[in-house]
């Protein structure tokens, strides 16, 4: 199974910007669904943004609808998601997540659509 590898998290300042980046080492997700999710402290993991294989089809949670962007770079074996406005909320660990399903469909924002997952980036917003 291909290892997924998140970057770019740290300490942003609220108001701030933040783009994360999800790689492949070893191997390929050019052919995969992949998905941004969150867990902060004491919180369920929630889905933040997806984006299809071939890149038509994107998803966002409602809470960075409007100050996000994912987008995918199948050359360079990365998906990007770009987060504006940061707010103290959104202080967690992202996860990076992937299928080489066919079809999403609805299940875009569930993480049992998912099978491959990386082992997190902490992003820390300070206000």
């Known amino acids: ?11 942003v300042q609220a108001e701030g910007d933040l783009r994360l980046s999800c790689s492949a080492s070893e ?9 941004w999710f969150r ?3 004491g919180k369920e993991r929630e889905f ?10 994107v998803w ?5 609808k409007g100050r996000s962007a994912i987008s995918r770079d199948n050359v360079k074996n990365t998906v ?12 967690a660990v992202y996860y990076c997540a992937a ?10 924002d569930k993480e049992s659509t998912y099978d491959n997952w990386g082992q997190g980036t902490q992003v820390t917003v300070s206000s």
């Open 99 to 108: 299928t080489q399903k066919s079809y999403v469909g609805s299940t875009y």
């Open 48 to 57: 933040v943004s997806g984006v299809s294989r071939t890149g038509v089809a």
């Open 60 to 64: 966002y949670a409602d809470f960075v």
């Open 39 to 41: 867990q902060a402290p």
């Open 80 to 91: 990007y998601l770009q987060i504006n406005s940061l707010k103290s909320e959104d202080t």
């Open 27 to 35: 191997g390929t997700i050019g052919n995969d669904h992949v998905a």
């Open 1 to 11: 199974q291909v290892k997924l590898v998140e970057s770019g998290g740290g300490l």
